[in-house]
């Protein structure tokens, strides 16, 4: 890892459906992209920002971050993420992509993706959380929350919103405590190469089904090395989301007094 090198691209969009301008609204003083930054700038000194709004470019600069304008109408986090790279000048070995409405994304969870690609045969990585066996089965079978199966080496097999693996013979209720399942945490890296080829492919069959990329890239072949974090984040998809996440950064400025 030690001869690769990284760049931390952090994909933000103005247009929000149920929170427009997310970006931008204030969280203990700093806008929610500032703060995205200043999680990722502790470890990578390679971070730009990919939007398609000129006030989230405006934001960017006034804190001193680096913003790269991108077409509006891309798909996905994923193809933003390589038209930035491409338009930043690329030479970069690995690609972060960090969402831009995470804004307590940690340092714990960025060495970690990037210490997958110590594995050679990485196309690759995200992250995973184990589920405690303490939470209830509600909770784990939230499909907004996809779950990922691994296999002994760490890597992903299946990615899917329903609860897998099947636990046969046991109530659902009591899933939790009989095996360890893993939900899925959105942050990806990738190979410069494969993120080129990647952005490339059609959708396939089980990515339309799930309503999930990364199934394409299973089905095409790709080697998607997991991390495990056992950290608490909040991602701002919502008002209510950002209300929570205030509460949270007060408990934390209390906890450090």
């Excluded at 030479?91 to 210490?115: C, K, T, Y």
């Excluded at 196309?123 to 939230?142: Q, W, Y």
């Excluded at 494969?194 to 059609?202: A, G, K, S």
């Excluded at 408990?251 to 450090?256: N, Y």
Aim: net charge negative; aromatic share 8%; charged share 25%.
């Amino acid at each position: 890892m030690e001869n690769l090198r990284f760049i931390g691209i952090i994909p933000a969009r103005y247009a929000s459906t149920r929170f427009p301008g997310k970006p931008l609204a204030q969280l203990g003083g700093h806008s929610v992209i500032e703060r995205v930054w200043m999680q990722v700038s502790q470890v990578l000194s390679n971070v730009i920002v990919a939007t398609d709004d000129e006030r989230i470019v405006a934001e960017v600069n006034r804190f001193g971050g680096k913003a790269v304008m991108t077409r509006a109408d891309h798909k996905s986090g994923t193809d933003r993420c390589f038209e930035a790279y491409e338009k930043n000048g690329g030479g970069e070995d690995v690609i972060i992509n960090i969402q831009g409405d995470e804004p307590f994304v940690s340092a714990e969870q960025l060495r970690s993706i990037m210490q997958c690609f110590d594995a050679p045969l990485t196309d690759i990585a995200t992250l995973v959380k184990p589920f405690p066996p303490t939470r209830p089965f509600p909770e784990l079978s939230n499909p907004n929350s996809p779950k990922v199966v691994v296999d002994k080496n760490m890597n992903a097999r299946y990615f899917s919103r329903s609860v897998i693996p099947y636990v046969r013979g046991i109530e659902p209720e009591d899933w939790p405590k009989s095996t360890q399942f893993y939900t899925h945490l959105g942050m990806y890296a990738y190979r410069a190469k494969v993120l080129e080829q990647i952005t490339r492919l059609p959708q396939s069959p089980l990515e339309i089904a799930e309503s999930l990329e990364q199934l394409r890239w299973i089905e095409n072949g790709y080697t998607i090395r997991v991390g495990i974090s056992n950290e608490e984040t909040i991602g701002i998809d919502t008002p209510q989301d950002l209300a929570r996440a205030e509460e949270f950064l007060s408990l934390c400025a209390g906890s450090e007094r």
